[in-house]
């Protein structure tokens, strides 16, 4: 078969069938890639599944990892506000009413309190 005609079956086996076990469906997807080399990728059903499954498992790891590292620069931001409120001797704020307020708005107040403290 020539190369295209082999692409044409392996497109017609991809509408036809679907791979479960993944490195299998893999090997089958990467072997129909290196097949194309260079060309554009043909639109093809369960290829677009596979590729946009792989981008929502990287995404939502992504955006844990995002949030994670959001979450250690909130709760620093917070345990550094209350500590120069303490050192201040103004009204401590609660972890509470500074939680889910915007981390440029928590920046702001820390270096409000910097402020303050070296007067």
Known sequence: LTKEEQLELFQFLDILMYIHT???RDGFYEALHQMKGDETMLAMGNIEE???????VE????G???GREEGREEGALMGQIQLLQEQLREPVSSFDSLRGKPLEELREMLQALKARLSR
């Open 22 to 24: 993944p490195s299998i």
């Open 50 to 56: 596979i590729g946009y499954e792989r981008g929502k």
């Open 59 to 62: 995404g939502e790891k992504k």
């Open 64 to 66: 844990r990892e995002e």
